[in-house]
């Protein structure tokens, strides 16, 4: 049996730019609505998870990338370059951005295609929740939306 979470708490404003892509290499930003299921055993309470709870905390890890520049750590497309609490990321497309480093949140990814996004997602989620079998549904747009689960 699964359950599934979504809403206003599962919501995250980001911006982000890819590289090397027409429209998305300009930086931009998207409402990614973030729905997420949990499959598992009930309990001897008949639930898989009490909603509320499991709500907060898929909330409280999602949240730390809400109203920020999502930059991909790992990218070989930028180079990133810390200091004086200013980021400065060069791309291989000739672009250069500067951002606080207050506003900027680091990712180990290689990008921020919403299809490793949701798998970054996905892999926080459960390693809070080993036990479940856990589907991250994430939406860039209400029409352009990334589904991750691992293979079980
Ligand atoms: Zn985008």
Known sequence: MKLRVSGDKLTIA??????????????HGHNYFIEVEIEGELNEENMIIDFSEFKSRVSKIIKKYDHKVL??????????DISDEQVTVSSC?????????????????????????????????????????????????????AIYTEDK
């Open 14 to 27: 980001s911006a982000h730019m890819l590289v090397k892509h027409e429209k998305c290499a300009r930086i």
């Open 71 to 80: 930059i991909p750590f790992n990218s070989k497309n930028f180079n990133i």
């Open 93 to 145: 497309d000739g672009k250069v951005y500067r951002f606080p480093r207050e506003d900027v949140e680091f990712l180990p990814l290689e990008s921020t295609t919403v299809e490793l996004l949701s798998r970054f997602i996905h892999d926080l989620i459960k390693e809070e929740y080993p036990q479940f079998t856990i589907t991250v549904i994430m939406s860039e747009t209400p029409t352009s939306v």
